[in-house]
C-alpha cells in the first residue's frame, strides 16, 4: 500500500475527488425534498439502464457458459439460463476432440504468454527509462518514431517479417512470436511506462546519483521497484492480449503440434459440423478462462493502464 | 499525456535548440543507447526494415519459391481493376465507418450515466468492461457465429415472441451487421477512458453553469463536450485505426472465407488470402502499404479536422 502512495497522484485525488464530492451533495438533499425526490428517480432509471445494458451484454456469455453444461441438442432451442442437470461429457469430449489433448495447446500459450511478458517486461522498460531519463542525441526524433509505431498496422510489416522469419527456420516454433516483444516492438507499453517513469520525482534519481550510482544502478534500483503498478498493467495486458493472439499464431503456427489455444480452437470449428456446438463452447470457455481470471484480479491495474495512457 | 496528444504537441512545439539544450541533449549518450538497444534492433529489423522491404515487395512479383521478380506498377494496376478488393474496401469502409461511431456513441452514454458517484458504480464498470477484454478471441467470435446462426439464440429469444429471424450470418445483408455489433459489445475499453476524462473536468465550471442557471442539456453541450473532446478525438483516432485492421471476427464468423457471397470480407481478410493463401505476396505487400496509405489519410484527416472541433483547455 505504501508503495502506490509513490504513485503520479492522479488516481488516487481522483477518488478523494469522488468522496468530496459525494457529501455536501447529500446534505444539499436533505435540504429540499422535492430535489431528494426526483434526484431519487433520476438514480432509478439510470440503474435501469445500466441493468438492462449490461444484463443484454453479459447475457451471451452466461448463456455459454449454461449451454456448454447442457446436452447438444439443447443449445438450438433453450434460450434461458436454468439447468436441470449438469452435463460434463461436452468438456471431456471438447477436451480429447483435436489431435492433443487441449491442455497441450493451452501449455503452448502458456509458453508464447509468458515469453511474451518477460520480453515486454525487460525491453520496454529499459526503453522507457531512456526516453524518460536520459538526455540524448536523436531523443525527440526517435520519441516520435517510438509514438508513431503504437500506431502502424502490422499488416504492414506481416509479409517480409514472414520471409524472414521462415528463411532462418522459425516458421512452426514459437520464436516469431516471443522474439519481438524482446525488441520492444510494443511500442505502447514503452509509452506506458515513459508517462509512469515521469511521475517519479526526479529527486530519488539525484539522491542516488549522488551517492555514486551509475544508470544501470538507478534503473535497477531505483525506478524499477517504483513503477510496478506500470509493470503489473504491461504484464497483464500482455497476458491477454497475447493469449487472444490469433493472427499471429495462424500465419506462423501450421503444425497442430505447435498450435496455441486460438488456432487450435479455430482447428475446432473448421473440424465440426454444426452438431458439436456443445463441446466447442466448452473449450471456448477453458480457452476464456486464464482472461476472466486475470480480470477478476488484474482489473486494478487494467482500468488504471488505459485510464491514464488515454487521458489527453 | 496520451501518445496522441504528445504527437500534435511536438508538431507544435518547433524552435532552434540554444547551445545549453544541445549539450544537455549529449550528455546521456552512451547510456542511453544500451538502454534502447533492444528498441533500436527491435525498430530496425521487425519494424522499419520490413516496412521498406515490403514496399520493395509491393513492386514484384513474388510467391516465396522463385525471386520477386520487378513488375513496377503491376500489383497496383491490378487492384484497381480487382473486384474482390474493391469490395473488401467497401466492406471494411462500412464496418469503421458505422462501428466506429456507434461504438463511442455507446461508450459515452454509458460513461456519462456511470459518472458522478453513482452507486455499484465499479461493478457496473466491470460488467461493462470484461466484453472488451474478450472481444477479440476466437471463443467469443465462435459464441457470436452460433448466437447469430439461423438456429441461433437471437433467434430463439425471437421465436419466443413469434417472429422468424433470418440466419443473420448466413445472409450477406445482415452479416457484416452482426460483425458490427460484436465491435460495439467490445464498447468498454473507450468508456473507461471517457469515464477517466469525465473525472478530469474540474467541478467548477458545472457549479458556475449552475448558479447561471444552465439546464442538464446546456451543460453538457457547453462543458461536457468541449472539455471532453480532445478524449473522444483520441478514442477516435485509435479506433479507426483498430477497426481497419479488424480480422479474427470476420475471420472466425464466416469461417475463414468473408462469405456469405464476401459480404464480411474485410480487406485484412482478403490480404491474409492473397498472401497466405496463395502466396502472392508482391500483391499482398502493395495491399498493405495501401492499407497504411489509407489508416493514414483517415488519421490525417482526423488531425486537420481536430482544430475545428477538439477544445484544448490550455
Excluded at chain 1, 531523443?139 to 528463411?167: A, C, D, E, R, W
Excluded at chain 1, 497483464?236 to 506462423?252: S, V
Excluded at chain 1, 488484474?298 to 493502464?305: D, M, N, S
Excluded at chain 2, 493514414?296 to 481536430?306: E, L, M, P, Y
Amino acid at each position: 500500500m505504501t508503495k502506490l502512495q509513490t504513485l503520479p497522484a492522479s488516481s488516487s485525488s481522483d477518488r478523494k475527488a469522488g468522496k468530496a464530492g459525494k457529501s455536501p451533495r447529500r446534505r444539499e438533499s436533505r435540504g429540499s425534498l422535492a430535489f431528494s425526490r426526483s434526484a431519487r428517480i433520476k438514480g432509478l432509471i439510470k440503474h435501469a439502464i445500466l441493468i438492462i445494458v449490461g444484463g443484454v451484454m453479459i447475457y451471451p456469455l452466461l448463456w455459454m457458459v449454461v449451454s456448454s453444461l447442457r446436452p447438444n441438442d439443447l443449445i438450438f432451442r433453450e434460450p434461458g439460463l436454468w439447468l436441470e442437470n449438469l452435463e460434463m461429457s461436452n468438456y471431456t469430449d471438447g477436451w480429447s476432440a483435436l489431435t492433443h489433448p487441449f491442455g497441450h495447446y493451452m501449455i503452448n500459450s502458456a509458453i508464447v504468454v509468458l515469453g511474451s511478458i518477460l520480453g515486454n517486461l525487460i525491453s520496454c522498460s529499459m526503453a522507457a527509462y531512456a526516453f524518460a531519463r536520459l538526455q540524448f542525441s536523436g531523443k525527440k526524433i526517435f520519441f516520435g518514431i517510438m509514438l508513431l509505431t503504437i500506431m502502424l498496422p502490422f499488416h504492414v510489416v506481416i509479409v517480409p517479417q514472414y520471409i524472414l522469419f521462415s528463411q532462418i527456420g522459425w516458421v512452426n516454433t514459437f520464436w516469431p512470436l516471443i522474439v519481438p516483444k524482446l525488441l520492444a516492438t510494443d511500442a505502447f507499453f514503452v509509452f506506458l511506462m515513459v508517462q509512469f517513469i515521469r511521475g517519479i520525482p526526479k529527486d530519488l534519481d539525484e539522491a542516488a546519483r549522488i551517492d555514486g550510482a551509475g544508470h544501470p544502478r538507478i534503473f535497477l534500483r531505483v525506478i524499477l521497484p517504483l513503477m510496478v503498478p506500470a509493470l503489473a498493467t504491461t504484464t497483464i495486458f500482455t497476458f491477454i492480449w497475447t493469449w487472444n493472439d490469433f493472427f499471429g499464431a495462424l500465419i506462423y503456427l501450421t503444425d497442430p503440434d505447435m498450435f496455441t489455444v486460438p488456432v487450435a480452437l479455430r482447428a475446432f470449428v473448421d473440424s465440426q459440423s454444426a452438431t458439436s456446438w456443445g463441446s466447442l463452447f466448452a473449450m471456448s470457455i477453458v480457452s476464456l478462462l486464464p482472461v476472466f481470471l486475470v480480470f477478476l484480479f488484474g482489473q486494478r491495474f487494467l482500468i488504471k493502464g488505459i485510464a491514464t495512457t488515454g487521458i489527453k | 499525456m496520451s501518445a496522441i496528444g504528445e504527437l500534435s504537441t511536438m508538431t507544435r512545439r518547433k524552435g532552434p535548440m540554444t547551445k545549453e539544450e544541445k549539450k544537455a541533449n549529449g550528455r546521456d549518450n552512451k547510456a542511453a543507447y544500451v538502454f534502447l538497444l533492444p528498441w533500436l534492433i527491435g525498430l530496425a529489423v521487425i519494424t522499419v526494415g520490413p516496412m521498406l522491404m515490403s514496399l520493395y515487395l509491393s513492386f514484384t512479383d513474388y510467391n516465396l519459391l522463385q525471386p520477386p521478380e520487378w513488375v513496377g506498377l503491376d500489383n497496383f494496376v491490378r487492384m484497381f481493376g480487382d473486384a474482390r478488393l474493391h469490395n473488401s474496401l467497401r466492406v471494411t469502409f462500412t464496418y469503421v465507418l458505422v462501428g466506429v461511431p456507434l461504438q463511442l456513441a455507446v461508450a459515452l452514454v454509458i460513461a456519462l450515466v456511470l459518472d458522478k458517484g453513482l452507486r455499484g458504480l465499479p461493478f457496473y464498470r466491470s460488467i461493462f468492461y470484461l466484453p472488451s477484454l474478450l472481444g477479440g478471441s476466437v471463443a467469443v467470435a465462435i459464441l457470436w457465429k452460433q448466437i447469430f446462426g439461423t438456429t441461433g439464440l437471437v433467434n430463439q429469444v425471437l421465436a419466443m415472441v413469434g417472429i422468424e429471424g433470418p440466419g443473420w450470418i448466413s445472409d450477406p445483408n445482415t452479416a457484416l451487421g452482426s460483425i458490427i455489433l460484436l465491435h460495439v459489445w467490445t464498447f468498454g475499453s473507450p468508456m473507461i477512458i471517457f469515464l477517466a476524462g469525465l473525472r478530469q473536468i474540474p467541478t467548477m465550471y458545472y457549479e458556475a453553469a449552475e448558479v447561471d442557471g444552465a439546464s442538464t442539456l446546456q451543460k453538457f453541450w457547453r462543458i461536457t463536450l468541449p472539455m471532453l473532446s480532445p478524449i473522444i478525438f483520441f478514442n477516435l483516432v485509435l479506433q479507426i485505426i483498430g477497426s481497419f485492421q479488424s480480422f479474427t471476427q470476420a475471420f472466425i464468423v464466416s469461417g475463414g472465407n468473408g462469405g456469405p457471397s464476401d459480404s464480411t470480407m474485410f480487406f485484412t481478410l482478403y490480404l491474409y488470402q492473397k498472401g497466405f493463401g496463395q502466396f502472392d505476396m508482391g500483391y499482398a505487400s502493395a495491399m498493405a502499404w495501401f492499407l497504411l496509405v489509407i489508416i493514414g489519410a483517415f488519421t490525417a484527416i482526423n488531425f486537420i479536422a481536430s482544430k475545428y472541433w477538439v477544445f484544448y483547455d490550455d
